[in-house]
T-cell receptor, first 113, second 108 residues
Framework: EAQVTQNPRYLITVTGKKLTVTCSQNMNHEYMSWYRQDPGLGLRQIYYSMNVEVTDKGDVPEGYKVSRKEKRNFPLILESPSPNQTSLYFC????????????FGPGTRLLVL | KNEVEQSPQNLTAQEGEFITINCSYSVGISALHWLQQHPGGGIVSLFMLSSGKKKHGRLIATINIQEKHSSLHITASHPRDSAVYICAVGDSNYQLIWGAGTKLIIKP
């Protein structure tokens, strides 16, 4: 089954404790991206990757890091989480940029205390 | 700046009603997407279109390139259609610009 998986689905952590949210897709997609979704603001792109070892900042990259060492995986790293990073995070992938169907992971709900 | 605007923001209707959600954009586009976000949070792609009209079951999406406008229609609406519907456009750099979403509630 074609899918994008994210882990964990729910996470409560404290300020400053490094965390990683994993994202994996099994569709051999080149393009992957991370979004955060906050009430009233819609989806905002954090980082995206057009292929292995190729990443670029989205609209709200501050406080986040990503890596793309393998085609299928695109982890999101919060080196020192802060309460303003409390949000719902989505990973997405597609076979091309905006002209291809976007596939989303189930979301990770993060609470930073 | 709101390059992609959806209307209405919220919509409540009775089961069986014909539903229309609108999306207007101000940029040149490579494609327009309609997605559905379930109450549980998951997001699924409904349509991707660059011209004309597409239909899938009770859902119909149309786009008018000249007017920079797209509509999503739901015929014979059902409570299970209750969700947030999101419009996104691919700009000339093939990046997606997201609308804020329309929250639809269908009452039985």
């Amino acid at each position: 089954e074609a899918q994008v998986t994210q882990n964990p689905r729910y996470l409560i952590t404290v300020t400053g404790k490094k965390l990683t949210v994993t994202c994996s897709q099994n569709m051999n997609h080149e393009y992957m991206s991370w979004y955060r979704q906050d009430p009233g603001l819609g989806l905002r792109q954090i980082y995206y990757s057009m292929n292995v070892e190729v990443t670029d900042k989205g609209d709200v990259p501050e406080g986040y890091k990503v890596s793309r060492k393998e085609k299928r995986n695109f982890p999101l790293i919060l080196e020192s989480p802060s309460p303003n990073q409390t949000s719902l995070y989505f990973c997405a992938s597609s076979s091309g940029l905006a002209v291809r169907t976007q596939y989303f992971g189930p979301g990770t709900r993060l609470l930073v205390l | 700046k709101n390059e992609v605007e959806q209307s209405p923001q919220n919509l409540t209707a009775q089961e069986g009603e014909f539903i229309t959600i609108n999306c207007s954009y101000s940029v040149g586009i490579s494609a327009l997407h309609w997605l559905q976000q379930h109450p549980g949070g998951g997001i699924v792609s409904l349509f991707m279109l660059s011209s004309g009209k597409k239909k899938h079951g009770r859902l119909i999406a149309t786009i008018n390139i000249q007017e920079k406008h797209s509509s999503l229609h739901i015929t014979a609406s059902h409570p299970r259609d209750s969700a947030v519907y999101i419009c996104a456009v691919g700009d000339s750099n093939y990046q997606l610009i997201w609308g804020a979403g329309t929250k639809l509630i269908i009452k039985p």
